[in-house]
């Protein structure tokens, strides 16, 4: 299945990131990254930057 995890580079998200792609699935990650850092997001997830409140 594929999911997206909005916040997906601070604490809860990523840690979600990595359980959805344990269980097999395919995870996209959209973050501002003002309280993530990017480091913190799965090689396997597909990251986007963006913000959205605008």
């Known amino acids: 299945m594929k ?3 909005i916040g997906g580079a601070g604490y809860i998200g990523s840690h979600a990131v990595y359980e959805l792609i344990r269980a097999g699935h395919e ?3 959209i973050d ?3 309280t993530g850092l990017k480091d ?3 090689p396997k997830a597909k990251f986007y ?6």
């Open 3 to 5: 999911v997206l995890v």
């Open 27 to 29: 995870v996209v990650v």
């Open 32 to 34: 501002n990254l003002s």
């Open 40 to 42: 913190f997001v799965h």
């Open 49 to 54: 930057w963006g913000d959205i409140r605008r």
